[in-house]
Antibody, heavy 124, light 107 residues
């Protein structure tokens, strides 16, 4: 069974840093691109960042470019999101997601597995 | 960025009925649209991608269609477990963008 479990969230002051982790199991992690998606309280879903299966490429939404860093450890099947210079607008539930692969074809942006999410609250 | 305009904001229906949810892209995204279901206490579920391709394991009462930049999710014969939030998302280009969501409620 495919499982994604996020950790590392909590309450943090503006301007501080935080590192989220996502432990993956039930599939060959190194074969899949992975992404973070967030959802602010009572708001919709917002794509944050993607990293390719081989770490060669990363993509970010403009509002987090330069502050967030997505990375992965394929040996340990863990996805990370380093968040620096936290702002109140970063308050959200952060979801670890997997980009789908269908018969060997990468389905860019199609998110076929989601974790339960981890809450990040930025407040003084 | 591609703006996704999703409608209606909410919808009330009874089990057995059919409903449709719409999503309009602000520019061409070809066929690259996905639909997701969100329910409390469950992880988000991919329903459809590429506009009309049913994800493995998703019941055939869910279907997707496209006309230009307009996309529709149809659920025929609602089951009690279908009530929840639905989001569309374009997967044509970065940044991937979502619609604001549609809340499907029990009438």
């Amino acid at each position: 069974e495919v499982q994604l479990v996020e950790s590392g969230g909590g309450l943090v002051q503006p301007g501080r840093s935080m590192k989220l982790s996502c432990a993956a199991s039930g599939f060959t992690f190194s074969n899949y691109a992975m992404a973070w998606v967030r959802q602010a309280p009572t708001r919709g879903l917002e794509w944050v960042a993607t990293i390719t299966y081989d770490t060669d490429n990363t993509y970010y939404r403009d509002s987090v470019q330069g502050r967030f860093t997505i990375s992965r450890d394929n040996d340990r099947s863990i996805l990370y999101l380093q968040i620096n210079s936290l702002r109140s607008e970063d308050t959200a539930t952060y979801y670890c997601t997997r980009e789908a692969v269908h018969y060997g074809m990468l389905l860019r942006g199609v998110l076929d597995a989601w974790g339960p999410g981890v809450s990040v609250t930025v407040s003084s | 960025d591609v703006q996704m305009t999703q409608s209606p904001y909410s919808l009330a229906a009874s089990p057995g009925e059919s409903v449709s949810i719409n999503c309009k892209a602000s520019k061409s995204i070809s066929k690259y649209l996905a639909w997701y279901q969100q329910k409390p206490g469950k992880t988000n579920r991919l329903l459809i991608y590429d506009g009309s391709t049913l994800q493995s394991g998703i019941p055939s009462r869910f279907s997707g269609s496209r006309s230009g930049t307009d996309f529709t999710l149809t659920i025929r014969g609602l089951e009690p477990e279908d009530f929840g939030l639905y989001y569309c998302q374009q997967h044509n280009e970065h940044p991937f963008t979502f619609g604001a969501g549609t809340k499907l409620e029990l009438k």
